[in-house]
C-alpha cells in the first residue's frame, strides 16, 4: 500500500487557486490516485480520480506527472465554503486516508 | 438518491457499557465498509464487507468489536465492553463494488463519547 504524504495545512483567500501537492514515491504501476474532501461531522466525499497526466471535472484538476510519483490537486477560484480537509488516497480498497491537508479559505 | 444512512448520530455512554451502530447503504451497492475517524485524523479502515461476507477485518480489535451485515444489505456495529480509548467517531460508507477505481460514498457518522 503506496503510503502519501501531504501538507498538514494550507491557507488561501477566496478567489485564488489553490494546489495541494500528494507524494507518493512508492506507487504502485496499477495505482490510481484519489483525492477526497472532508467538511467538520460530516464523512469523506470523493473529489476526482486520476491514473496520468491530467484529469479534470466541475470541481478540480487534479496533475500527475509521468513518473507518478506525486500529485497535485487544483481547486480554481476558491470560496469560503471549500474550507475542509482534503485526502490523498493511493491504492486499493484499504484505502489510507493519512492526517490529510486542511485548507483553510479567508475573505 | 438517498445517500448512506447512520444512526445515532451520537451517542454518549459510560466505560464498560456495549454500544451499537448501525448503517444502512446506498441501495445496490454490495461493498460497506466501516471506519474509525479520531480527533484530527483521517479515516482507518475497520472493516469491509462483500455483500454479507467480511472480506477484510484484519484492522478490527476482535476482542471488543464485532460487526455483521445481515442478508447483504444493513449493517451493525457493535463494540463490548466500551473503553474511554472508543470515543470517535464511526463512519459508514458503500461502494458499488470492491476496488480503488470505486468511489465510497460516506454516512454522516456516529460520534461516540465513552465517559
Known amino acids: 500500500l503506496a503510503k502519501t504524504t501531504q501538507p498538514i495545512s494550507m491557507d488561501s483567500y477566496e478567489g485564488q487557486e489553490v494546489n495541494i501537492t500528494c507524494s507518493h514515491n512508492?506507487?504502485?504501476?496499477?495505482?490510481?490516485i484519489t483525492w477526497y474532501q472532508q467538511f467538520p461531522s460530516q464523512g469523506p466525499r470523493f473529489i476526482i480520480q486520476?491514473?496520468?497526466t491530467k484529469v479534470t471535472n466541475e470541481v478540480a484538476s487534479l496533475f500527475i506527472p509521468a513518473d507518478r510519483k506525486s500529485s497535485t490537486l487544483s481547486l480554481p477560484r476558491v470560496s469560503l465554503s471549500d474550507t475542509a480537509v482534503y485526502y490523498c488516497?493511493?491504492?486499493?480498497?484499504?484505502?489510507?486516508f493519512g492526517a490529510g491537508t486542511t485548507v483553510t479559505v479567508r475573505a | 438518491e438517498a445517500g448512506v444512512v447512520q444512526s445515532p448520530r451520537y451517542k454518549i455512554i459510560e466505560k464498560k457499557q456495549p454500544v451499537a451502530f448501525w448503517c444502512n447503504p446506498i441501495?445496490?451497492?454490495?461493498?460497506l465498509y466501516w471506519y474509525l475517524q479520531n480527533l484530527g485524523q483521517g479515516p482507518e479502515l475497520l472493516i469491509r464487507?462483500?455483500?454479507?461476507?467480511?472480506?477484510?477485518d484484519s484492522q478490527l480489535p476482535k476482542d471488543r468489536f464485532s460487526a455483521e451485515r445481515l442478508k447483504g444489505v444493513d449493517s451493525t456495529l457493535k463494540i463490548q465492553p466500551a473503553e474511554l480509548g472508543d470515543s470517535a467517531v464511526y463512519l459508514c460508507?458503500?461502494?458499488?463494488?470492491?476496488?480503488?477505481?470505486?468511489?465510497?460514498?460516506f454516512g454522516p457518522g456516529t460520534r461516540l463519547t465513552v465517559l
Open positions: 460508507a458503500s461502494s458499488l463494488d470492491q476496488g480503488q477505481y470505486n468511489e465510497q460514498f
Open positions: 512508492n506507487i504502485a504501476t496499477n495505482d490510481y
Open positions: 486520476g491514473y496520468k
Open positions: 488516497l493511493v491504492g486499493d480498497y484499504k484505502l489510507s
Open positions: 441501495s445496490g451497492h454490495n461493498t
Open positions: 464487507y462483500e455483500n454479507e461476507e467480511a472480506v477484510d
